[in-house]
Structures are given as structure tokens and as C-alpha cells.
């Protein structure tokens, strides 16, 4: 009994974590980074400032905006980022 249910916690937890998204107009960097894949901690301060500076993002695509982001990495992440 105790095995099935930190097996079902375990899967819980691992479906939880499959899912991660991460709002890109309201993260800050780390949480960013950590999420995102191919995204380090200088690229995801750089999408902080770009937000900072331009406002929110509208759409996934204006990440490209970003120095060192290009549409592959946007494509890579597309169904982890939020905007709203």
C-alpha cells in the first residue's frame, strides 16, 4: 500500500513538472531560465529588460526580438511560454 502511493506521488509530481509553464511577461530571469530549454540566465535577464523597456510581449515570436534568441529556440519552448 505505502509502494502504490508514493507511486502515485511520484506521477503526480513528474506530470506536474511535464507541464511547466512559465509566463514570460511576469517571471522574473531565474524562473525563466529554469524553465525554458536552451534559455541560460544571460538570455532570460535579457528578456526581462526587453520587457522592461518595450512592455509585454504579444506573441511568442517577438522573443526573436531578444539578442541571442532565435526562432529555433522559440520553437523549441512554444508550449511552455505563456503571455498572459
Same mark, same amino acid.
Given at each position: 500500500?505505502? @509502494?502504490?502511493? !508514493?507511486?502515485?506521488?511520484? !506521477?503526480?509530481?513528474? %506530470?506536474?513538472? *511535464?507541464?511547466? *509553464?512559465?509566463?514570460?511577461?511576469?517571471?522574473?530571469?531565474?524562473?525563466?531560465?529554469?524553465?525554458? &530549454?536552451?534559455?541560460?540566465?544571460? &538570455?532570460? $535577464? *535579457?528578456?526581462? *529588460? @526587453? #520587457?522592461?523597456?518595450?512592455?509585454?510581449?504579444? $506573441? %511568442?515570436?517577438?522573443? $526573436?526580438? %531578444?539578442?541571442?534568441?532565435?526562432? &529555433? !529556440?522559440?520553437?523549441?519552448? #512554444?508550449?511552455?511560454?505563456?503571455? &498572459?
Amino acid at each position: 500500500m505505502n @509502494y502504490l502511493k !508514493t507511486l502515485l506521488i511520484a !506521477t503526480f509530481l513528474f %506530470v506536474q513538472s *511535464a507541464f511547466a *509553464a512559465v509566463n514570460i511577461n511576469k517571471a522574473d530571469a531565474e524562473k525563466i531560465a529554469k524553465e525554458l &530549454k536552451g534559455i541560460g540566465l544571460s &538570455k532570460a $535577464t *535579457a528578456i526581462v *529588460a @526587453y #520587457r522592461t523597456q518595450n512592455g509585454p510581449f504579444k $506573441t %511568442v515570436e517577438q522573443l $526573436t526580438e %531578444v539578442k541571442g534568441i532565435g526562432l &529555433k !529556440t522559440v520553437e523549441k519552448n #512554444r508550449k511552455e511560454i505563456l503571455l &498572459k
